[in-house]
Structure formats: C-alpha cells, structure tokens
C-alpha cells in the first residue's frame, strides 16, 4: 500500500514562509518521481514542483521558479517543499504525488496524497 502524507499546511501573511513535507514509505522501485501539485477553489489541478529519484534532478513550473525547492530526505524517506514570498495567488490545497510506474515521469502521477491546506492572506 502506497502512502503519501502532507503536513505543513497553513495560514500565513502575503511574503511569508512555509515547509510542506511528504511522508512516504520506502519505495522498491529505483525509478520514480515525486512531484507537488496545488488546487485552488474552482481551478484545475496543477503541477508546481517535482524531484527525481535518480539523480534529484528538480523540475518547476513558472509558477513556482525562484521562490520554491523542492527536496528530498533520503534517511527519512521525506520530500519537502519549501515555499517563499507565498502570496493570496498560492493559496491552494497542496497535493504529494508519485509516478511509481518506473517511466518516472514528472506530470503524469499514479499515487496522491490527500492533500494540505495552504492559506494566504492577511
């Protein structure tokens, strides 16, 4: 059973801070991906941050570039995502995804997490 667990969530002012983390278990396969989505109330998902598990080669959509990281804790089998500058425009719930399948693909999941609220607003 698969397990992806986001904490970090919460409200916080316009310019601030947050660490999101995913709680995963560790996985067998040597190729997958592990990637950040958010979803704001009536838009689509979208994809934000995603790290690989080769090489922690890290992708990031415009959104997301120069004021998020996305990282990875080998010995506690832990992703984060540190977010700064946040502003209202942030203001989605996160969602942890794995592409388990081995193509290791970045925006092409087939596991989630249920997901942590993230606030903006002052």
């Known amino acids: 059973q698969v397990q992806l667990v986001e904490s970090g969530g919460g409200l916080v002012q316009p310019g601030g801070s947050l660490r999101l983390s995913c709680a995963t278990a560790r996985f067998t396969n040597r190729y997958y991906t592990i990637a950040w989505y958010r979803q704001a109330p009536g838009k689509e998902r979208e994809g934000v941050a995603c790290?690989?598990?080769?090489?922690?080669?890290?992708y990031y959509k415009d959104s997301a570039k120069g004021r998020f990281t996305i990282s990875r804790d080998n010995a506690n089998d832990t992703f984060y995502l540190q977010m700064n500058y946040l502003q209202p425009e942030d203001t989605a719930v996160y969602f942890c995804?794995?592409?388990?399948?081995?193509?290791?693909?970045?925006?092409?999941?087939?596991?989630w997490g249920q997901g942590t609220q993230v606030t903006v607003s002052s």
């Open positions: 790290i690989r598990s080769d090489d922690s080669t890290t």
């Open positions: 995804a794995a592409d388990l399948t081995g193509w290791a693909s970045c925006w092409a999941p087939n596991y």
